[in-house]
């Protein structure tokens, strides 16, 4: 499906009226789902006397509490009920090989048990781990290494600043970059501005400029008011759009964008934090042929072990992070002790490995694409607007659009919440159904089948009947 016609399916969605869910089947659901999890139950409650909020992580349902979880292997996890699950929610993506990967897992308890799991030193799998990760992305001459995807947009926003000398950074607005105070506007729903900038001071966006994507005219008009002097040092994008996809990108926006980009002196950054390990084989940057200046990545870079980042690119860019004392070069600090450690390091080689054999990408492309056809074939047999559309291992599964709703006044962001609080609603069948989807923001690993889609389109039907 291409990109104009998501988002034209999108604003029709979301400028139809709202499927409500028939109270009395949501009550019956939401009474299963409460015999079914009590044990989550009460770890939920321990959890809001110590937690913040009870909750601590953005890409688990949180209605009307959290799951807890006792393991996972492969597409599965088991909840501390006993409750098994298709997971398609995949830690935001942080899974690229699925649950407790046995290859991977074996590989890693080499390297502890004949070596170290830390030593602060620096060790052959870092050099290891560049390698790869420069074979695989083609944009990437020389990595830095850091402890999340956050981190690594940071670094590359730095570094980039380090680079040109210049201040400013363009984000396009929806875009989701990590929570460093820089990018804390405009999240997900494009126009919401600050709304989850608490704690943020105005001043830490005060060199953030934002634009609309596919806007060529707006961005041409950013880089040119900003100057040479203090002017635009990176744009940084999600390649597919906005939340990974959600509000895609013309196909050929990043081709056009970056030659204007270079044009005005600035660096482009690609964000591939999600879609480096699920685009295509090399990222985004291989699917749309492009070469971002720098690209960061994360999540499913080390199938979910931690310190999991890397910033990647031109080597004189890259060269400005530099540890030791200025030696006239443009030089930026970036520190991190956990940063390419010995263990995430192999966890990053062995991934990515294990990722490049021949064929492991395409059939998780294809069960991917199997699982979107199945649901767009219920959705219309059952007359029903929904749809779904995926980029690589990257699934949308479009139910009430929130993000699509247009914001022209305050009062529209109401109806904004209003749609994303029916949706938290409909999540309840499906989760009864066994299959845990983040609201339809979904992802799929190398280890999911057919199989899994069967029991991902039977939880979807058994939402319809919810919504009669």
Known sequence: MKAAEIRERQAALAA?????????????????????????????????????RGVEHVDPLSYPYPLFMRGGRGSRVTDVDGNEYVDCILAGGALSLGHNDPELNAALLAVVG?????????????????????????????????????????????????????????????????WGDQFMTDLEVPGSGTILAGGVPPEALSNTVLVDQNDLDALEAALTDAGPAGGVAAVICEPLGAESGLVPFDEDFHTRAIELVHHHGALYVFDEVVTGVRAARGGAQTRFGVTPDLTTLGKGLMNGYPSCGAVGGRREVIDTAHIGVPDGRPTTYIGGTLSGNVLSAAAAYHTLGLLGR??????????????????????TARGFDFFA??????????????????????????????RREILSRYMLPVQNAGVLS?????????AHTTADNDKVVTAYDRLLDLLG
Request: proline share 4%; net charge positive.
């Open 16 to 52: 139809a009226p709202l499927r409500e869910p028939d109270l009395q089947r949501l009550e019956a659901e939401h009474d299963r789902f409460l015999r079914r999890t009590r044990a989550s139950a009460d770890l939920g409650a321990r959890a809001v006397r110590v937690l913040p």
């Open 114 to 178: 004949g070596r170290t799991n830390f030593h602060g030193y620096m060790d052959e799998f870092e050099v290891l781990a560049a390698q790869r990760i420069a074979e695989t992305f083609p944009s990437v001459e020389a990595v830095r290494f850091t402890s999340s995807g956050a981190e690594a947009n940071l670094a590359a926003i730095r570094m980039a600043r380090a680079h040109t000398g210049r201040r400013k950074v363009i984000k396009f607005r929806g875009a989701y970059h990590g």
């Open 358 to 379: 021949d064929g492991v990408f395409e059939q998780a492309d294809a069960v991917a694409a199997d699982l979107v056809t199945r649901l767009n074939d219920l959705f």
């Open 389 to 418: 559309y995926h980029f690589g291992t990257v699934v949308r599964i479009e139910l009430t659009a929130p993000h699509a709703v247009p914001l022209r006044r305050a009062a529209d962001f109401d109806e904004v919440l209003r």
């Open 438 to 446: 983040r609201m339809g923001r979904d992802m799929l690993t190398t």
